[in-house]
């Protein structure tokens, strides 16, 4: 009949031990895991707080002649801002019509040529690019683009912004491309389909969604720069639809009436902020709903 | 799979009893050399293309450097060290705004680092997955509103912020005034507000990237930190960071990269004064704000090109920044693939 068996002191001294380490480990994570999760609130405050006070400041003045309207001179109140949401909309078109092809085009060489020297310098490149500040890009087209010809242009915008398109349309280009799949290539190829036909009817074709999701996301980055519209178009108090001269924008507008002195230019300027952040969200949304489905409706056809 | 891609399958040259060709209507051998010409023009015209982007990368540092090539070749490389900013006797130094610029950028990474990492860990270990995708959108969209609109949001929300609450309760309140940082008159445009701006800024940039690095960590180093008893911040400390280390250091030089060029919510809010001071709540400026506020009214033509030679020197700093980051992000991501 053996004694049951019972710990020793040293055992039990042991286990108390043990006892207050997982004590102390258990609070420090406690205290550790309301950290992490007080961060995560507070990293997603300053959008609530940033779109609140847009409306809360901009969307009395976001009325219908604010987009039909020109700006009234200083101190009267109302306007509009109708000469700079068309001309960001004519920035905007000359950005893609500058970007997006050569955007493109490269995208396609990187994915074709993929491994090659000249692909991952170019891909490098892009990426380095992507990461140049925007007020860069407006030096760029202000020396080769205003400076020559003494004058502020839209053109030279257009320059700027679709410059800072190409790296982002050509690596999602790049992205879209490359996630076809190879069947379908072969496929096109097996059935006598010249190679360049197979990469702009059949895998360009697949990949369409996904490119105009990176065209979008592109626009909607572009679309409220301001630094390099500094430098090239200017701004415009008047409504001008000319390629070749100073053109309004509403990003411009609202740094200028947001840093002047009145009070009816800051409402403008929040209403401003309002609209081109809705533009923006608009697009950003588009995108999202365009990849939607690509690949279990896209490849029926 | 991708070299089925990148080897050009042979361009058929048979010759009779050839299978069949495109239902597309080409003509037989019309066909085949057509598609031969065709390949030819389509692979010269992506490769033109694909020539633009360093083509493009070598003009803007072209004109960067010409623009800026005066004002280098007067001062040399006293413009890099001088705070002489003054327009008025043509004297230009770029020390107060390079200060301004790493001073504001670090007080935006040592703000949004944590935040971001916060964030992220919530997202990938602790977060149900039902609000996953509402958290990681509302970070995310951050990037999406333009610098500008930041910008009026400082004016107008933060820098008053500032002035009535936060710089009085650091200065007074918490006694801080005894450190130069935090001592010195209050006027709301600062070093201070330009760093929270950017700070920000900057969450989004750096919460995607270590998003993405946490999710790549395998489960079983997870599984076994725990299997050895570990708390889940032991986990997370032991296992999980470390394993992300090199990628979220990635994202944060990415995050820098963006700071260090940031311009419109900058100049809206940092004060503009071209001098370096000690405490955080004066005003400064950066190399972005500095080109952006003197520009439209610069005196002269020297003043101009010191102005492009601040542009330059941003250009130059922020491209090894960005390769820095690019390289950290790509070893990571290929040793991830490979282990």
Redesign the interface.
Known sequence: MSEPLRPSTAQKQFTAKAVQSLRRRKAVNGVMVGLIVAAAVLATIPLIVITGYLIKFGAGSVQWHFFTNMPKPEGEAGGGMANAIVGTVILIALASLFGLPIGVGAGLYLAEHRGTKLANTVRFLCDVLNGLPSIVMGIFAWQFLVRPVHHFSAWAGGVALGAMMIPMVARTTEEMVSIVPVSLREAALALGYARWRTSLTIVLRTASAGIVTGALVAIARIAGETAPLLFTVLGNSFFSTSLNQPIAALPLQIFYYGTSPYEDQHAQAWAGGLVLIVLIFVISLIARYATRGQFTGGGGD | ??D???T??AV?TVKGGA??????GDGFEG?IE???L??R???G??????????V??A??AL??F??GWPALHRFGLSFLTSSAWDPVNGKFGAAPAIYGTLVSSAIALLVAT??????S???S???PPWLRQP?AF??D??A??????????G???LIPLLRTALIPFLRDTLHLSVIPLFSGPNYGYSMLAAGLILA?MV?PYI?SVSREVLLAVPRSQREAALALGA????M??GALLPYAKSGIIGGII?GL??A?????AVT?VIGNRPEISASLFAPAYTM?SV??NE??EASGDLHLSAL?AV?FV??VI??I???I??WLVWEVSRTGSKG
């Open positions: 799979m991708s089925v891609v990148a050009p399958p058929p299978p069949a060709t495109s239902s597309g066909g057509g598609s031969a065709g390949d023009i389509y692979a015209v992506i490769w033109v293309f694909a020539i633009c982007v360093p493009l990368l003009l803007i004109s960067i010409l623009a944590p935040l971001a990492i916060g964030v860990v919530f997202l270990e602790f977060a958290v509302f970070v969209l951050l999406a509103i333009p610098s500008v609109v930041y910008g009026v949001w004016i107008f929300v920000i969450l919460a708390t889940k911040w032991e997370i400390r990415l990269g963006r260090l060029g940031e311009t419109m809206m972005a080109i952006a520009f439209s492009m542009g941003l250009f922020t491209i920044v960005n390769a980051a690019r």
